[in-house]
């Protein structure tokens, strides 16, 4: 049974810094898709980034492009998510997705795996 694992959210100051690292069991992240998508309270759950190693690419929503950036450990088998630059636009609970197909990376409905979420709070 595949098992995605969030950690690393928590609460920091606008302008600061956050490392979001996701784990998987029973997947090698290095051979799929991996996203991250997010979900503001009364918003909808939107698309922030995603990773495909074996395509070689990387895709960012225009909201987190030169703040945020994802990769992957191959040796930890995790992706990471760093968050550079954070403003309180960028509080929500942040989940990580995988998939084995490079479908449509923003559209959420294109990944089978998803992460139980981990909060993310940016104070002003």
């Known amino acids: 049974q595949v098992t995605l694992v969030e950690s690393g959210g928590g609460l920091v100051q606008a302008g600061g810094s956050l490392r979001l690292s996701c784990a998987a069991s029973?997947?090698?992240?290095?051979?799929?898709?991996v996203g991250w998508f997010r979900q503001a309270p009364g918003k909808e759950r939107e698309f922030v980034t995603a990773?495909?190693?074996?395509?070689?690419?990387?895709y960012y929503a225009d909201s987190v492009k030169g703040r945020f950036t994802i990769s992957g450990d191959n040796a930890k088998n995790t992706v990471n998510l760093q968050m550079n630059s954070l403003k309180p636009e960028d509080t929500a609970v942040y989940y990580c997705?995988?998939?084995?197909?490079?479908?449509?990376?923003?559209?959420?409905?294109?990944?089978?795996?998803w992460g139980q979420g981990t909060q993310v709070t940016v104070s002003s």
């Open positions: 997705v995988a998939d084995l197909r490079l479908g449509t990376v923003t559209t959420a409905g294109d990944y089978a795996y």
């Open positions: 990773i495909s190693r074996n395509a070689g690419s990387t």
């Open positions: 029973s997947l090698t992240l290095s051979t799929v898709v």
